[in-house]
């Protein structure tokens, strides 16, 4: 594992965006697993500004998303789809029919985890995994647990989870309870896993999660393992590290 520290967001986003844009330098047809939430907002932002400048190339690279909310519609301005398309995908010559995400209108459970494993399959694996990290350990939408889940899965979200991203419906009624995820044998078989975190907020669970024991109840202990785990991280996330 390593670790970098930051000296604040701005700091952690352009560390960040170094690492994405080498592995897309390195290898101009890789595939990412992209993340969403407010953290690595600041790193697609850099990413979109070296792009501009001509110094990034996305005709190459192909994309799969951590998440989506269960119910919600990739036009809706809270879905995921949304999101990435506004700060990324919108921005870079990236190939939208190479850009995935799981389908929050899909009803049928069973039939969309099985065409987004299906999916990863046939990818031939992400190469660079972006992870951002929920208050409670949360990665992607994999919330504490009784097992770690394998596969693409549909998860109740939990209370610290809904509280969390309430912020962004306008009311917390109107806030999917469901959400697809990737599971953890997914984000863990990624050939590098990036992990961002920021803010006093998330030093609890960044604690628990890179030292603490392995265990379901708190999702992403299981980075540990990963022979290939890169954390970024500013000061007040690692303040208590
Ligand atoms: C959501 C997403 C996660 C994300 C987490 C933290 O729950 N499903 O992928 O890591 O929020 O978001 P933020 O970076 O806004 O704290």
């Given at each position: 594992m390593k670790i970098y520290?930051?000296?604040n967001y701005e700091d952690l986003s352009r560390k960040a965006a170094n690492i994405v844009s080498a592995q897309i330098i390195m290898k101009p047809d890789c595939t990412l697993g992209l993340a969403t939430g407010s953290t690595p907002e600041g790193l697609?932002?850099?990413?979109?500004e070296w792009?501009?400048?001509?110094?990034?190339?996305f005709s190459g690279v192909r994309s799969i998303n951590l998440d989506e909310y269960k119910g919600l519609a990739g036009s809706h301005p809270q879905s995921y789809r949304?999101?990435?398309?506004s700060h990324l995908f919108d921005h870079v010559n990236i190939k939208k029919e190479n850009t995935h995400l799981p389908n929050g209108m899909e009803t049928d459970?069973?039939?969309e985890c099985l065409r987004y494993n299906a999916l990863l399959a046939e990818s031939g694996g992400i190469d660079l995994q972006l992870l951002g990290l929920g208050r409670n350990g949360h990665i992607g939408f994999n919330e504490p647990g009784e097992?770690?889940?394998?596969?693409t899965h549909c998860v109740a979200l939990t209370e610290s989870t809904l509280q969390a991203n309430a912020r962004y419906f306008e009311s917390p009624q109107t806030m999917p309870r469901h959400a697809y995820t990737l599971g953890i044998?997914?984000?863990m078989q990624a050939h590098c896993i990036l992990m961002v975190v920021s803010g006093p907020a998330k030093a609890e669970a960044l604690c628990k999660s890179l030292y603490?024991?392995?265990t379901p109840q708190v999702p992403a202990s299981i980075l540990q393992l990963h022979n290939h785990l890169i954390v970024v991280a500013d000061r007040a996330a690692l303040s208590i590290i």
């Open positions: 520290s930051a000296e697609y932002a850099q990413l979109v792009y501009k400048k001509g110094d990034l190339d949304y999101f990435m398309d459970t069973h039939k097992a770690f889940e394998k596969e044998k997914a984000i603490g024991p392995i």
